[in-house]
């Protein structure tokens, strides 16, 4: 298994700041995951972020709105940019340990509110 | 991604069987059947995966039909912990994306 932080686990931020999220790992994974979860909706993911290259991000979702970093292979930061009420969401983050068919483990959300 | 159709509910009694059932009529052949459950506040959590035989863990059962179109996670025993919303995801493992593909899911309500 895999135990993942996420700090912080929530925040409430003003329009148009950013909020940094980070995201740390107990052992040193390949493939991190960012996904979002809007209220009552379902995950949608945000971007793929490997160490050693940039992230790839999904279709609806740029860099310069959720700028990634994967410093090294336990941990990764995710960048919410300025900020509207719009993005107020869950942010989790996942890791997959291995190139199989095994499973992914999520860490437990930042909860962001934006005024 | 090839997608899975799963009802937005189901209900159960406590200590009963639940059967959830998935339809994935556009399947691959490399593609993996995986379930998910996310608990209130929780992210989401691991139950089960499988290609074509049925498999069966500590947590619950799969059952794959013969055509690969279609599946039903099985709890034994549903338990009050076991409320949660289940999604069934296709995870194609043959190219090098990994991701998961969430739909809305199954949610699950237990009776006591």
Known sequence: ?115 | DAKTTQPNSMESNEEEPVHLPCNHSTISGTDYIHWYRQLPSQGPEYVIHGLTSNVNNRMASLAIAEDRKSSTLILHRATLRDAAVYYCILRDVGGSNYKLTFGKGTLLTVNP
Do not use: H
């Open chain 1, 1 to 115: 298994s895999a135990v993942i932080s996420q700090k912080p686990s929530r925040d409430i931020c003003q329009r148009g700041t950013s909020l940094t999220i980070q995201c740390q790992v107990d052992s040193q994974v390949t493939m991190m995951f960012w996904y979002r979860q809007q209220p009552g909706q379902s995950l949608t993911l945000i971007a793929t972020a490997n160490q050693g290259s940039e992230a790839t991000y999904e279709s609806g979702f740029v860099i310069d709105k959720f700028p990634i970093s994967r410093p090294n292979l336990t941990f990764s930061t995710l960048t919410v940019s300025n900020m509207s009420p719009e993005d107020s969401s869950i942010y989790l983050c996942s890791v997959d340990r291995t190139r199989s068919p095994a499973e992914q483990f999520f860490g437990p959300g930042t909860r962001l509110t934006v005024l």
